[in-house]
């Protein structure tokens, strides 16, 4: 069973759209992160929001945690396709010392 | 320089091999990790270690094994190698506080 549910699984949008990843959990997080992957890389961290309610801006991208730290949502607008790649989020559930628990992606494809 | 490296990047051996893949990291973290990430499943823990003298098995060690040779240099070691450990293979270091890993660029290995 997956701890951290990702959905869409893929998504495919013209240049300019707006869109929304979501990442669900009936568990509390104290931490979750978004990664960027691109084909041939390892994931490179986004951003890490802690505070139940955050709401963190890296330009063109808005990530918030939920209020009950058990879910997060990745926004983009206005998608280029430089935003082409696997979203990744995952969470630390506090307890598991050291441990991440990673959601399985959304893969995005932004056309031109 | 990369923070995080791997070799080799890719490998192809067969049924029954050992096989070694190396980690290196200049970031001086502590911790460093091991996933096999497969399409579709995501990243999923093989081994982890906090420091030298600390390994802990994560959720699909069967069929590997470590080695943690300095604070800097992590391996994993495939002993047997079947077609099923076909993956990309990840190396992460990882810090606290909150927890945040860094991914080196993955071996491609492939297992005929």
């Known amino acids: 069973t997956q701890l951290l549910e990702q959905s869409p699984q893929f998504l495919s949008i013209q240049e300019g759209e707006n869109l929304t990843v979501y990442c669900n959990s009936s568990s509390v997080f104290s931490s979750l992160q978004w990664y960027r992957q691109e084909p041939g890389e390892g994931p490179v961290l986004l951003v890490t929001v802690v505070t139940g309610g955050e709401v963190k801006k890296l330009k063109r991208l808005t990530f918030q945690f939920g209020d009950a730290r058990k879910d997060s949502s990745l926004h983009i607008t206005a998608a280029q396709p430089g935003d082409t790649g696997l979203y990744l989020c995952a969470g630390d559930r506090g307890s598991t010392l050291g441990r991440l628990y990673f959601g399985r992606g959304t893969q995005l494809t932004v056309w031109p | 320089d990369a923070d995080v490296t791997q070799t080799p990047r890719n490998r192809i051996t067969k049924t029954g091999k050992r096989i070694m893949l190396e980690c290196s990291q200049t970031k001086g973290h502590d911790r460093m990790y091991w996933y096999r990430q497969d399409p579709g499943l995501g990243l999923r823990l093989i081994y982890y270690s906090f420091d030298v003298k600390d390994i802990n098995k994560g959720e699909i060690s069967d069929g590997y094994s470590v080695s943690r040779q300095a604070q800097a240099k992590f391996s994993l070691s495939l002993e047997s190698a079947i077609p099923n450990q076909t993956a990309l293979y990840f190396c992460?270091?990882?810090?606290?506080?909150?927890?945040?890993?860094?991914f080196g660029p993955g071996t491609r290995l492939l297992v005929l």
């Open positions: 992460a270091t990882g810090k606290e506080g909150p927890e945040t890993q860094y």
